[in-house]
């Protein structure tokens, strides 16, 4: 498959996985977080069946202290 | 003395904390630990390098099995909060949420219409909201009405340790909302303003960083918590009707004569 690039928190990377568990396996993403895609939330049960596409922009966002 | 109840769990204390500010993870433990907090907040976010976030932070909060309220801080619009509460959900494992849609960067004032748009969608999609509110009674009765059951008024604008900026609007909060859970969210400085919207019949206080930014945390948040406790006894016990005169503490009849001769 052909590279694509994502965009992950506003920084571009080159991928070349066809879903995001392949990409979260292989970038790879650790410890505890969630994703967001194109502004939607994306459920850890739709990570292998969500088939990315060039210029998709990821958000990942992990806990933080708040008020 | 009854636990406070939050969309059906008992809370252990009427003190919620706010994770954020506080000079090391190891003072927040510790606040948690001596206050004997009933919940915590905190929140979602990209993590900056050096920024207190990720494992570190979230691991030993995780172990501590305290009530969680993950919040929607930053947000500006209903989708950024449908987003971020449902990212919220999956990774803290509750379907609790403290909405917040900020409507003015000054002040961190909330944006009343869209609080509104926003809970009625959280609500639909089965979050129990907590929404951080101004004391504006109707935007208050809107919120319960569409099902908030529990409602966050500020007492002054986030983190301004102001206290209390309009007791007249708090207590008809109170008196106009006699069922509604409602807990005070911002603007506390002082463990005496804790005390004081206790004594007004309020359910629970989430304080941060009037604790956070202390001189010394932990010695505040139990500060806070004695508090809070002390502010619930006294509303529960009733306190006395104020009036413009002196009423003698010791009885009258039996004082001596020559000491009767009116001044």
């Keep these: ?67 | 003395m009854t636990a406070l109840n939050i969309y059906g769990t008992d809370l252990p204390s009427r003190l919620l904390l706010g994770s954020a500010h506080y000079p090391s993870l190891q003072l927040l433990q510790q606040a948690i630990a001596h206050s004997q907090c009933g919940a915590l907040t905190l929140s979602l976010r990209r993590q900056a390098p050096g920024e207190r976030g990720g494992e570190a932070f979230w691991q030993p909060l995780r172990e501590l099995a305290l009530p969680l309220l993950p919040n929607t801080s930053g947000c500006h619009t209903v989708a950024q909060v449908l987003t971020l509460a449902q990212m919220s959900r999956e990774l803290f494992g509750t379907h609790w949420i403290k909405l917040e849609l900020t409507g003015d960067d000054y002040n961190l004032q909330p944006e009343p219409v869209l609080l509104l748009q926003a809970a009625e969608q959280l609500l639909a999609q089965g979050f129990a909201v907590l929404p951080y509110c101004t004391d504006d009674l109707v935007l208050c009765k809107r919120l319960y009405q569409l099902g908030c059951q529990v409602l966050m008024p500020w007492a002054a604008p986030i983190g301004s340790g102001l206290g209390v900026l309009n007791p007249y609007a708090l207590r008809t909060l109170r008196e106009r909302l006699p069922d509604a859970t409602l807990i005070i969210d911002a603007g506390l400085g002082k463990p005496s303003q804790a005390c004081q919207v206790m004594e007004y019949g309020f359910d629970a206080v989430l304080v941060n960083s009037a604790v956070a930014r202390a001189g010394d945390p932990v010695q505040m948040a139990c500060a806070f918590a004695k508090a809070v406790l002390a502010g619930r006894q006294a509303f529960l016990a009733g306190t006395m009707a104020s009036s413009d005169f002196a009423v003698p503490s010791t009885p009258l009849p039996d004082t001596p004569f020559w000491l009767q001769e009116p001044i």
């Excluded at chain 1, 991928?15 to 994306?42: K, M």
Aim: overall charge negative; hydrophobic content about 40%; aromatic content about 8%.
């Design chain 1, 1 to 67: 498959m052909s590279a694509i690039t994502l965009w992950l928190n506003d920084q571009p990377v080159p991928a070349t996985a066809q879903t995001l568990a392949d990409f979260i396996q292989h970038y790879p993403l650790e410890g505890s977080f969630v994703l967001a895609c194109n502004g939607r939330f994306i459920s850890r049960e739709q990570y292998p069946k969500l088939m990315l596409q060039h210029g998709d922009r990821l958000e990942l966002l992990r806990p933080v202290a708040g008020g």
